[in-house]
């Protein structure tokens, strides 16, 4: 369901075909890399905070956060949302979260740990597609807030 929700977002930027969809898994960085055939740093991660409100942060597939750096962007500390209501709070399931065709009241960071890439791929909204990006693309269908550093 969700797929079919990202499908619906690409299609008014005349991108739902450039969804990859394949049989083999994308749920995990390590998981999606080798099923598209890129390295762990090019994919997409996208992870989910609560701080209150929900947010997403996207990153590069080898980053880590930085606790401290992310305190000091949110001024406070980073709480990731609980596996069992990611699908309610976001509108995607683990292992399919992106930051596309999500819940009005989520917000969309990027960090800066992408911007070492022309290209990344991250999750429609299953744990078994993909779309490459190049980083302005990016910018533009995951209607992002800011660039932000909170990652090692």
């Known amino acids: 369901m969700s797929l079919e929700k990202v499908k619906d977002y690409f299609k008014k930027y005349n991108k739902d075909k450039s969804i990859i969809e394949l049989t083999s898994s994308t749920k995990t960085v390590s998981d999606a890399a080798k099923s598209l055939g890129t390295t ?3 994919i997409a991660k996208t992870l989910s905070f609560s701080i209150p409100n929900p947010i997403l942060i996207v990153v590069s597939g080898e980053s880590r956060i930085d606790n401290k750096k992310f305190k000091e962007v949110f001024s406070t ?4 949302i609980n596996y069992d209501e990611v699908e309610e709070i976001i509108g995607h399931a683990p292992g399919g979260v992106c ?7 989520v917000e969309v960071y ?3 740990s992408l911007k070492k890439h022309k290209y990344v791929y991250p999750a429609c ?8 990006l190049s980083i302005n693309e990016l910018e533009k269908y995951s209607n992002y ?3 932000i550093d909170v990652c090692k």
Do not use: Q, R
């Open 40 to 42: 762990e740093d090019e």
């Open 77 to 80: 500390k980073a709480k990731m």
């Open 99 to 105: 930051p596309f065709a999500i819940k009005d009241n």
């Open 110 to 112: 990027l960090d800066i």
């Open 125 to 132: 909204g299953s744990g078994n597609s993909a779309i490459k």
């Open 145 to 147: 807030i800011k660039w």
